[in-house]
């Protein structure tokens, strides 16, 4: 009995050390990035702080909240903020910051709170997230799921992205 406990903790540490050598880059690759932190991280209160955008309410509240105050559009950029629309999974929709542009379908995004279980609450960096929508227009994404150490197969609906420059800003620089 003791062999086999002793066998199962090597299996484990094993395990352990294997899946800390995995990459964030590459196609399909996982992004092992969380931050440890004190306690539960809410994806909204994370975007805000990160972002600079100062709306309120729930996630899928933000793209209606940000009309007239920030920039909107289907393009993603570093430092906006992707908005997931509201479905039966995602009740409260979710928000996540564009950490960097992988290429025409491919972005890399800080989120808080988007795995579930040990991971529930947690920030994660660097996490994929591609465009799956039919018009390249990313009204429609898939998201790693750091569990499964896969890009999930759920396609989420979403709204589009929330630039950080503020829309009076712009336009007073303008005149």
């Given amino acids: 009995m003791a062999g086999f406990i002793l066998r199962l903790g090597l299996l484990a540490l094993l395990g352990g050390l294997l899946s800390a050598c995995g990459s964030t880059r590459g196609p399909i690759a996982a992004g092992h990035g969380y931050e440890a932190s004190d306690g539960y991280q809410s994806c909204v209160p994370y975007a805000r702080a990160r972002s600079g955008i100062d709306l309120r309410g729930d996630g899928w509240q933000w793209w ?7 920039d909107r559009s289907q393009q993603p950029r570093p430092g906006a903020v992707l908005v997931l629309q509201r479905t039966s999974r995602l009740r409260d929709g979710h928000v996540a910051v ?3 542009v992988e290429g025409p379908r491919q972005i890399r995004v800080d989120h808080a709170n988007w795995a579930s ?3 529930k609450g947690r920030v994660a960096r ?3 997230v591609v465009d799956v929508s039919a018009r390249n227009d990313w ?10 150490g896969v890009v999930g197969n759920t396609v989420f609906p979403a709204h589009g992205f929330i630039h950080p420059n503020r829309r009076w800003a712009s336009a007073a620089l303008a005149d």
Avoid at 64 to 70: F, I, M, N, V
């Fill in 98 to 100: 564009v950490s960097r």
């Fill in 64 to 70: 209606d909240a940000a009309l007239g105050r920030y």
């Fill in 126 to 128: 660097d996490q994929l």
């Fill in 139 to 148: 009204s429609a994404v898939r998201v790693w799921y750091p569990p499964a």
């Fill in 117 to 119: 279980g040990g991971l």
